[in-house]
């Protein structure tokens, strides 16, 4: 089992921005690893994915305004995302998310993911 701790959600105002924070054990960063989010009504829908070698992949609602990075130390993982330009449309509960090992072939923007945080609330209001 992969314990994944989210922080970082709040409460902003449009225009503003929020980083979101993840720690994960170190022994996730061989795998896909994500930011996923749900809006109330809808279906839980990826935002932001980290491949192997750094690349990265955005919704389209996300590309240009938020960033997927990630840091590690000694025995923790860290992943990111920062997000500017916040619009109520991004409110949501997000979350962090493990999947595969990159290396096992998998496509990290289409696979499932089988690892989950709990989720921090994002409210944006106008």
């Known amino acids: 089992q992969i314990r994944l701790l989210e922080s970082g959600g709040g409460s902003v105002q449009a225009g503003g921005s929020l980083r979101l924070s993840c720690a994960a054990p170190r022994s996730t960063s061989s795998r896909c690893m994500g930011w996923f989010r749900q809006i109330t009504g809808k279906e839980r829908e990826r935002v932001a994915i980290?491949?192997?070698?750094?690349?990265?992949?955005?919704s389209d609602s996300a590309t240009g305004r938020f960033t997927i990075s990630k840091d590690d130390d000694k025995n923790t993982l860290y992943l990111y995302l920062q997000m500017d330009s916040l619009i109520p449309e991004d409110t949501a509960v997000y979350y962090c998310a493990a999947g595969p090992y990159t290396w096992s072939g998998s496509d990290c923007a289409r696979t499932a993911y089988n690892y989950w945080g709990q989720g921090t609330q994002v409210t944006v209001s106008s």
């Open positions: 980290l491949h192997s070698g750094g690349r990265t992949t955005y």
